[in-house]
Each structure stands twice: as C-alpha cells, then as structure tokens.
T-cell receptor
Framework: DAKTTQPPSMDCAEGRAANLPCNHS???????VYWYRQIHSQGPQYIIH???NNETNEMASLIITEDRKSSTLILPHATLRDTAVYYC?????????????FGKGMKLTVNP | EAEVAQSPRYKITEKSQAVAFWCDPI?????LYWYRQILGQGPELLVQ????????DSQLPKDRFSAERLKGVDSTLKIQPAELGDSAMYLC???????????FGSGTRLTVV
C-alpha cells in the first residue's frame, strides 16, 4: 500500500514555480522520500530524493518538514514539458527492499 | 546515458492468445522489476528478480502470467491466455541497488481485443 497522500491534480502557469505537496505521516526514521514523474506514455523518471535535509538538483528542490510528515517538490520555473503525473514515494534503502510502491500520483498541468 | 530497453513498444492481441514482452536492463544491474500500469493508476509491481532468482512475485497472477530471467540479464514476461483486463502498460525497471539506481524502460502498451 502506498504510504503517501497527494492531491489528484494541480495547475501551474508556465514560468512560475510549481509546489507539489505530499503527506507521509507514517514515515519511519529510515525511509527516504522519493519523487518520480511520468510523462504521457513513458516510464517513470527519477527526480529527487531526501531523508531529512532539503535537497536540490538540476531538476527540482525537495523541502521536507522537520517532523518529516510531509514534503514539497518545487519546480522553480515550470515549463510545458513539466506537464506529467508526479509520484511521491517513501522507500527503505535496504538490500532486498528497494522496490518502489506507487500510489495514483498527482497530475500537474502547466498552462501557457 | 544507459537505458532499459523494452520491446515491443505496442502490442495488440486477441483474447485467449499468448503474448510476450522482453526487457534488457542496464548492464550490471542485478535487480529487475516488471510493473503493470492500468490507465489512470500508478504502476503496480508484478515481479522482482535478483539476478536470475525471483525474490517477489506475490502480485503476479500465476495462473496466466510467467516471468523468467534465465541468465540473470534480460527478461521475458509472458501472458497466456490473455484476457481483456490485461490491457495495460507493462513497464520494466532495473536497479543497481544504489540510491539513484532505479531506471524504467519506456514500456509495452498491450491492448487485448
């Protein structure tokens, strides 16, 4: 069962920041938060992950609350190509427990 | 950039027929996964291999689905006989076991008519 809750959809204007929320209130201390996205008719693509600290890479930033019960994925300058389904996943990093369990995700639509 | 290769990209088959999908993971990735994604849903894990061994097939409908990874490299997922409800995207992924090492292929879109 998915351990995360995301709104089903969100709209964002092109060029603006997109802030995608995720609740994971039952996360355990050794579980990471991962974000993937899936553009129509393609396989899911890794975006970013984090444990406790905020993280940034060339694609996005991840803000994790101090109690780790929620997080926000930030796309700083959304483009039309960022339109996709975004999945927030919590995951252990133990050998034999690497599998990803997906929920329904959240559809982000970036509008011109 | 290394990719997970899947074929065919699209497949249309009649119900009760057999169908097979192929996956070639990233070289050196010991763990291979098959997922099924029904339209509007997130991917659902069907089977997980570690090298040539199945480590999790709890969600695989074993009466009609089978999967193998004989030499611990590429893998085949088979459905026999196909049913209308099997229409979905079948995704293969491989992992090196590291933090970033989970990569998906582009999938096979199956339509059963």
């Amino acid at each position: 069962d998915a351990k995360t809750t995301q709104p089903p959809s969100m709209d964002c204007a092109e060029g603006r920041a997109a802030n995608l929320p995720c609740n994971h209130s039952t996360i355990s201390g050794n579980e990471y938060v991962y974000w993937y996205r899936q553009i129509h008719s393609q396989g899911p693509q890794y975006i970013i992950h984090g444990l406790k600290n905020n993280e940034t890479n060339e694609m996005a930033s991840l803000i994790i609350t101090e109690d780790r019960k929620s997080s926000t994925l930030i796309l700083p300058h959304a483009t039309l190509r960022d339109t996709a389904v975004y999945y927030c996943i919590v995951r252990l990093l133990l050998v034999g427990s690497e599998k990803l369990v997906f929920g329904k995700g959240m559809k982000l639509t970036v509008n011109p | 950039e290394a990719e997970v290769a899947q074929s065919p990209r699209y497949k249309i088959t009649e119900k009760s027929q057999a169908v097979a999908f192929w996956c070639d993971p990233i070289s050196g990735h010991a763990t291979l996964y098959w997922y099924r994604q029904i339209l509007g849903q997130g991917p659902e894990l069907l089977v997980q291999f570690q090298d040539e061994s199945v480590v999790d097939d709890s969600q695989l409908p074993k009466d009609r689905f089978s999967a193998e990874r004989l030499k611990g490299v590429d893998s085949t997922l088979k459905i026999q006989p196909a049913e209308l409800g099997d229409s979905a995207m079948y995704l293969c992924a491989s992992s090196s076991g590291t933090v970033h090492g989970y990569t998906f292929g582009s999938g096979t879109r199956l339509t059963v008519v």
